[in-house]
Every structure is written in C-alpha cells, then in structure tokens.
T-cell receptor, first 111, second 111 residues
C-alpha cells in the first residue's frame, strides 16, 4: 500500500515553463521531506517542512506543507535542464525512525 | 567531510546465492537506514540501526537482514536470492534518523 501518492508520475516540459508536483496522503506526518535523485546516484535532500501551512523557498523551488500535514507540493518556476531528475517526497512519523517515500515524479526539462 | 560510501557499486548474482552489501556512514552519524529501490515499487524501507540496535524494520521477508558495528558501519545480507530481489539498494546515514544522507547505492542484479 502506497501511503504517499505523487502526481504526475512523469512530466516533460520546455525550459522556462513552470510546474507543480503534488504529494498526497490520507495519513498525518510530523514532517515532509523532498528529495531529488539523478541517474546513478542516491536521493539528495532538498527541504524539510514541519509546520502545517509552512512554505519554504529554495531559489526557484517553492515547497508547501498542507494545513493538515497530509499533503505537500513542489512548485518550480522557470524550469531549467539542470532541474531534470526524479523528485521524491517522503513522510516522517514521530518515533518510527523510518521515512515513507512517495512513488516519485520523473521530470525532464528540454532545452 | 566524506559522504556515505556503499560497496560494491554493482553486483551480479544467481538465484539461490547470498549477498552482503556494505555501508560506511558519514563520520559522526550513528543512524544507518537501508532502502530498496525498484521501478515498480519505488523506495521501500528495509531497516534502521542506531548505535548497533535495530530500531525499526520494514515489511521484508526474513531473508533480508542487517547489522551495525560499533564504528557505525553497517552491512545488509540477503540470503537465497530471488529474481525479484534485483534492485538498487540504498544506504542512508543520519544524526538522528530523519534527515537522511544517501549513498550512491549498490545495483544488484539476480540472474
């Protein structure tokens, strides 16, 4: 059972376009993390959101945690080819010592 | 500061064999987690160790086992390999078990 659903699964866009990736769950998480993974490498942490309604910005990337702490979104403004990769959200429940990963969104930004 | 090191990088085994994968965490990190990544299932949690103690375990059969040594290095073992065990095995280290730093993984192919 996939507790975290990501959409879309695949996204192919032109350089300069904007995009939003969604991460949804019926479960409440103590925090939500976003990772990016490139071929042949492990995931790299981009951001952690902890408070319901929290918005964090990382250059052209904007992350939001839902008010009920069940969902999150990642918005990329003016996408660049360097943004290409697999984007993963991961939920954390207190005292579980494990992350539950979403199914991932594979992004391709064409020059 | 050196990152998480996983060895070997690639491994080819046949059904019925066993395999041991190694992970050296970032210096000072006492938590080590293992994940299995496949195209169909995404990242699935295997287990997490902290100071040589397993704190959490995922829903994998008993053929998957792990351990952590006093220097925080960790190994995972898979016995009686099956074709479905072919995957990228990722190790991640952390100070407290939540903000994860991943290695590049071991790509296991079972023939």
């Amino acid at each position: 059972t996939q507790l975290l659903e990501q959409s879309p699964q695949f996204l192919s866009i032109q350089e300069g376009e904007n995009l939003t990736v969604y991460c949804n769950s019926s479960s409440v998480f103590s925090s939500l993390q976003w990772y990016r993974q490139e071929p042949g490498e492990g995931p790299v942490l981009l951001v952690t959101v902890v408070t319901g309604g929290e918005v964090k910005k990382l250059k052209r990337l904007t992350f939001q945690f839902g008010d009920a702490r069940k969902d999150s979104s990642l918005h990329i403004t003016a996408a660049q080819p360097g943004d290409t990769g697999l984007y993963l959200c991961a939920g954390d429940k207190l005292s579980s010592y494990k992350l539950i990963f979403g199914s991932g969104t594979r992004l391709l930004v064409r020059p | 500061k050196a990152g998480v090191t996983q060895t070997p990088r690639y491994l080819i085994k046949t059904r019925g064999q066993q395999v041991t994968l190694s992970c050296s965490p970032i210096s000072g990190h006492r938590s080590v987690s293992w994940y299995q990544q496949t195209p169909g299932q995404g990242l699935q949690f295997l287990f997490e160790y902290f100071s040589e103690t397993q704190r959490n375990k995922g829903n994998f059969p008993g053929r998957f086992s792990g351990r952590q040594f006093s220097n925080s290095r960790s190994e995972m073992n898979v016995s009686t390999l099956e074709l479905g065990d072919s995957a990228l095995y990722l190790c991640a280290s952390s100070l407290e078990g939540r903000r994860l730093f991943f290695g590049s993984g071991t790509q296991l192919s079972v023939l």
